[in-house]
């Protein structure tokens, strides 16, 4: 049987490096940057008040004291975007609103708490330090730095210093666009009345979740049953809206075994075997005149769950323009011993229990009770895989396991 590395490995190869696009601002929430953004101006761009007071000369209320208050004239009001501010003499002293630029002369603001408010003449009765409540420019970021990394994801605060230094649109990585299709005559849409040995579909919206989840723009389409022609050009009207196709069901042994049957023809998909538990039957490969990438995962709805994050989940990352990194390893202690197939590495679904003082204090993972690969209810609740090595059959409770940790839904 296949390892699992090496088909990491060739689902990953699969994937082109993508092509960067330019994306407005906002819809470009959530991708990653394609390229090193440069600030072509200072922030702040003048100096400014950092508070609602008075802009003053400090050296004239070097005296002021509760007994000895000073008394300066107040010559100018200035709001916030006043283009161009009076000039404050020494021995005067100008309004002035948070962010408005300090006036020339000026060297330090008095917050309106230290003063009695006044309009025309304002008392003060504290000294004031030379540039206090000063913004002065270029303090936050100077002219020509970079503010960001290719690579960097736009999150929040990321969205907010593009828009501070002028950018309304930036050179990403889109989100890639993931076709989701299962098959099988036995699926019925949830909502809908259930006939003797059919079930409700729940693969592809379970995939479709957990793609959305590594930030990608996912289309369900849902499901299609056995029917070879059917199959095929419902995945070649699909191919158009697609940069990865992944599909669950028909890849094993049975005799409707329809994905791997269309599929195996065109010549372009690979049907193998992968040394895991759950998780066995796999295939990769092209489809379309674009050579589409595809993964047909298998139909075990938590064998499709395990493939996809251990198979999909890097190669979509690398489409988004990410690392394509595997789930994040950790080490914890077993709460509850475990089996595993010789041969196949198995990924049980548990839960891991962290210690606050770090990942290598004390953290506990409980294997869920049914590890049944269509068993979801386990799956549910679940935060992490207990990986099993090939070689190991048997793990007690107390056995140190390595466990693998599931992203926390977006
Ligand atoms: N003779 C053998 N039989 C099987 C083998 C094998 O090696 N030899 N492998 C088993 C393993 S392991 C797996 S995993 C499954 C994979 O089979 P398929 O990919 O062909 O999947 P299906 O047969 O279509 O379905 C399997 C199972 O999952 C249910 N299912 C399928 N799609 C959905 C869906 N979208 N939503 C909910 N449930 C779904 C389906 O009803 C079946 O119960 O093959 C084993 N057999
Ligand atoms: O390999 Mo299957 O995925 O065990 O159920």
Not at 62 to 72: E, G, N
Not at 212 to 233: A, I, K, Q, S, Y
């Amino acid at each position: 049987m296949k390892s699992v590395e090496q088909h990491v490995a060739d689902v990953l190869a699969l994937i082109n490096d993508p092509e960067p696009t330019e994306l407005d601002l906002l819809q470009a929430h959530g991708t990653v940057l394609a390229e090193a953004v440069v600030s072509p101006v200072s922030l702040p761009g003048f100096d400014n008040s950092s508070m609602d007071g008075y802009a003053v000369h400090a050296a004239d209320l070097s005296s002021a004291a509760p007994d000895t208050p000073v008394r300066l004239p107040v010559v100018a009001d200035i709001p916030a975007g006043d283009p161009s501010p009076t000039a404050v003499l020494p021995g005067m002293c100008a309004r002035i609103m948070t962010g408005a630029p300090m006036p020339s002369g000026a060297d330090a603001v008095v917050p309106v708490e230290w003063t009695d408010g006044g309009t025309a003449r304002v008392t003060v009765d504290r000294p004031v330090k030379v540039g206090n409540a000063v913004r002065r420019a270029g303090d936050d970021v100077t002219e020509g730095t970079t503010v960001l990394r290719p690579g960097a994801r736009i999150g929040p605060g990321e969205m907010g210093v593009l828009a501070a230094v002028g950018r309304r649109s930036v050179p990403v990585y889109p989100r890639p666009r993931v076709m989701v299709l299962s098959t099988g005559e036995e699926l019925v849409e949830p909502g809908r009345p259930l006939g003797p040995g059919q079930i409700w579909e729940s693969n592809s919206f379970m995939i479709a979740a957990a793609a959305r989840d590594v930030g990608c723009e996912v289309h369900r389409h849902g499901f299609v049953g056995d029917d070879p022609e059917t199959v095929l050009d419902t995945l070649e009207g699909l191919l158009v809206r697609a940069d990865i196709v992944v599909t669950t069901g028909g890849v094993s042994m049975g005799a409707y075994d329809v994905v791997k049957e269309v599929l195996t023809r065109q010549g372009t998909v690979e049907f193998t075997q992968v040394a895991m538990q759950p998780g066995k039957p796999q295939g990769f490969g092209t489809v379309g005149p674009d050579r589409t990438p595809i993964v047909t995962l298998p139909g075990n709805p938590v064998s499709a769950f395990v493939s996809f994050q251990i198979f999909v989940r890097p190669a979509l990352r690398r489409l988004r323009g990410l690392a394509p990194d595997p789930l994040p390893s950790t080490r914890a202690v077993l709460t509850a011993p475990v089996t595993s197939p010789e041969g196949r590495r198995s990924f049980l679904r548990g839960v891991l229990e962290e210690s606050p003082h770090g990942p290598s204090a004390g953290a506990t993972v409980a294997p869920a009770l049914h590890q049944g690969s269509h068993q979801l209810s386990a799956l549910a609740g679940a935060n992490a895989f207990v990986v099993v090595p090939e070689e190991v059959t048997e793990l007690a409770a107390g056995a140190s396991v390595q466990v693998l940790r599931l992203p926390e839904p977006a």
